[in-house]
């Protein structure tokens, strides 16, 4: 258990996590693999349930029915139903009647009502969901709630992530523990389309919706929305949040938040230093910002920059690239008044070449390239635009051969 | 001689170029390599420049050197220096005082004032250009200026470059004969940093500004404007367009934006092509927009998408990477309209999903990636959105294990 700023601790799901929350995962048959690919999350009564969807047009349609059905019970739904190996996208009517049988059937055997059950797909878009396989397993699935049982769920969610996602921590605000949960799956591909990424928090400290709303969208835009492998958005990415408990003062409020943006961003990263073809995370501060979005966003021009991951991949430390991605983002500022940093050597003072040795930020950024595949494997840039005061972060990974070859294999 | 729809045809640049150009190319020992890296187009008296240049907010100070001088003399330029090996980015007051000695010292040599001259440079980022070796070969740079010497100019602007990159046209409007050429250098990378997009036209039928300035600046949204290799956006790029001679009646201007548009797409397509690592052209053409923006914008993200750039890549008719790519694009439609093709075989109608012959498509997009470097390699995307009456297109070029090594080699 180790220690953070916060008095948040790392803790072990195994033993511990936000109470009246129960985890399932097992294997229904969906995938070829035979891995496990159907989760659920059973939340306590009184739940409060907030959801961030995908930004693409196209989105697939259990997407939507989510959304709405978040709306229509005020954020009080009770139950996450999550397949994995199908991805319900592009599967017009028949995608919504799978839907509704599977979440149905849900309903029936936890006890409520049908309109309380969400459901996330991942996997192969324009494929029905194998549902026959899926609701005969559903069954199993209940029998395999339990509080301890993150870990099944967060593998039956995972489609070609090469690790595991997901964390739990724990703090005592007033005597009272209070447990936050999450796990997530990556950005992998599968044949034939795009996978997604899905994320799940759990809290026991009990917060009203509008306030719980303000803190999840707090959270993600410094999370989930800064993270890149590829600049691809899915048709089904999706992140809900759920607190559950008895109600915790106002004032403990920014506790809960640091609470949740340590969740959200360890699963973000892992996400990040997942991608497919990675060898490290990048991570991205700029400081000196006229607000937080400028900094996020100029953040991810960088990660975006196929030209500054392919440096990277290159232990180059090519800083006309990095400056170069950030005069394209969108985002105004003076060269003149820029530092740029690569891990602890100064590129860069006031828009100028400093004096610095490239074979040393070279074996930096090999360090971190070691392969072992660990989240401190990052390396580091901070910008500083000196133009205001705020700051923002954003990761992402090299990019390899490897992510070429992973996305170009295709054998009819 | 192959005749154009429009009447305008191909011809020779080493016989027939726009009448009263001359155009240089020779080796200042600027590269490494001893190649060509110097050139230069004077133009006649009375000649109208219009220019469009790089959208970075990090801008080499010679396009922005390039900008005022076209503003300050109303485009009554007479002649562009051009440089490779150095791309004068990001090197302070030594980059202008380098620019105003250069281009001081040809207009001595041509008899014309300095700030009717402008330069471009192309290269590598953040080392000052090799200003003693430039300067000392512009009389032999002065010496080489001919008509029929495009050849020599094309070749010295290139930097890593596969390909040469010009075209000339010719029509003949009321028994006069009125040629445009041009010519561009594309996407490359040098060590250690991005090298610029360069393209020039020339033309002999005389236009005033005002008129000119509009119809270049709708065939460089046509052409330069809607390709992309990995989506960067550089700190050089830089388009320039003259026209000198007789003026031509204001009737026959649409003649002369088709041959302009012609010139353009020509060099933007060559350019895409040329791609690094890339073994085909992509070209998507998105119908039924609402508007021309939203149709190249469409296009754009397409072509852009580095999941579809890598289906194309390993022959895969990945629908599902297409589709979302078009979600992402921030352009609104209704997925049940699509119509969705992949050469001449119909994947989507109505957003679903046709009978198609995988391999069949397959096979076309394979006979496309035959690595004999043509432009006529095109893996053609058509979408038709039915939301409206027009119409645009994109280029782009598939994305190889390649572009990664390219992109990726370094060494200390």
């Excluded at 835009?221 to 949040?241: C, L, R, Y």
């Excluded at 595949?373 to 990052?378: A, G, K, R, W």
Aim: proline residues 2%.
């Amino acid at each position: 258990m180790s220690q953070l700023d916060s008095n948040w601790s790392f803790v072990d799901d195994n033993k511990v996590t936000p109470k009246g929350f129960l985890f399932a995962g097992i294997s229904a048959g969906l995938k070829a693999s035979k891995k496990k690919d159907l989760a659920l999350i059973f939340a306590p009564e009184g739940s409060v349930f907030t959801g961030m969807f995908t930004q693409s047009i196209v989105r697939a349609s259990c997407v939507d029915i989510c959304e709405e059905r978040i709306k229509t019970t005020s954020g009080f739904v009770r139950a996450i139903l999550i397949n994995s190996g199908q991805a319900n996208a592009c599967t017009g009517n028949l995608g919504i009647q799978h839907f509704q049988i599977a979440t149905g059937k849900i309903a029936e055997l936890l006890g409520i009502k049908e309109e309380e059950v969400l459901m996330c797909s991942t996997g192969v878009i324009g494929v029905p969901i194998q549902i026959n396989d899926l609701v005969k397993n559903l069954p199993n699935l209940v029998s395999d709630l339990k509080g301890n049982n993150i870990q099944n769920a967060a593998e039956a969610i995972l489609t070609t992530d090469l690790t595991l996602k997901k964390v739990s921590i724990e703090t005592i605000i007033q005597g009272r523990k209070i447990k936050i949960s999450g796990f997530a799956k990556g950005s992998g591909m599968i044949y034939p389309n795009m996978a997604t990424m899905l994320a799940f928090l759990t809290c026991d400290a009990g917060i009203k919706k509008e306030e719980w709303d303000k803190m999840i969208a707090i959270a993600v835009k410094k999370s989930f929305n800064a993270i890149s492998v590829d600049g691809e958005t899915s048709t089904n990415d999706s992140f809900i949040g759920i607190n559950a408990g008895e109600k915790i003062e106002k004032r403990f409020f920014p506790i809960i938040q640091q609470g949740i943006d340590i969740v959200c961003q360890n699963l973000a990263k892992n996400i990040a230093r997942d991608g497919e073809g990675a060898n490290c995370l990048l991570e991205v501060l700029v400081q000196g910002a006229k607000n937080i979005d400028d900094a996020i966003k100029l953040a991810k021009s960088i990660c975006n920059s196929a030209l500054v991951k392919t440096a990277i991949h290159g232990c180059d430390p090519n800083w006309g690239r990095i400056i170069s991605a950030a005069g394209n983002s969108g985002v105004k500022f003076n060269l003149n008044h820029v530092d740029l940093y690569i891990g602890n050597a100064q590129i860069l003072e006031n828009g100028k070449l400093n004096k610095y040795d490239p074979q040393k930020v070279t074996d930096y950024i090999k360090s971190r390239m070691n392969g072992r595949y660990l989240v401190d494997d990052i390396v580091k840039i901070m910008i500083n635009l000196k133009s205001g005061e705020y700051k923002g972060t954003a990761w992402g990974c090299d990019l390899s051969k490897k992510y070429v070859e992973i996305n170009s294999e295709y054998t009819t």
